[in-house]
């Protein structure tokens, strides 16, 4: 499946996927693009959410995940925090994906504020 029907999967499904602890930064922008937030600057965050502490939430969607993930993520998150901070506002990164490499793995390690998820598609079919 490509990303960007994954981005589509995990837009239609967000408040049930994060459980109602995420919600988007600017719904009525993102809503627009399926979830996508841009910078005008630094390219288009595949998701920007705000948790329920108030901290701005930068979410990276790959199918395979690398540590030039962890670069593309922590480029995102710093312009979050540069541009839309406000103070005492945190900046954390949620890396979604398949799998990711033992390359991410160790740079995940020095890196508290990122944390990866893996992605499971389950698909069920039920009568009506």
């Keep these: 499946m490509e990303v960007q029907h ?3 999967l995990i837009h239609r499904n967000f408040n049930k996927l994060f459980k109602g602890e995420l919600q988007y930064y600017d719904p009525e922008r ?12 630094v390219g288009e965050m595949d998701f920007l959410a705000i948790d329920k502490n108030g901290d701005l939430v930068v979410i990276e ?10 670069g593309q993520i ?3 998150m710093g312009w979050v925090n ?3 901070c406000k103070e005492n506002q945190k ?10 490499d033992n390359r991410l793995e ?4 020095i890196v508290p ?16």
């Design 106 to 109: 160790y740079a995940l390690t």
């Design 30 to 41: 993102q809503n627009e693009k399926h979830g996508r937030f841009d910078t005008q600057e």
């Design 82 to 84: 540069k541009n839309l």
């Design 74 to 76: 922590l480029r995102y």
């Design 61 to 70: 969607l790959k199918r395979n995940s690398t540590d030039k993930t962890l």
């Design 91 to 100: 900046v954390k990164g949620i890396i979604i994906a398949e799998t990711k």
């Design 113 to 128: 504020n990122v944390v990866f998820k893996r992605m499971k598609l389950n698909v069920e079919i039920e009568d009506v």
């Design 6 to 8: 994954y981005q589509t």
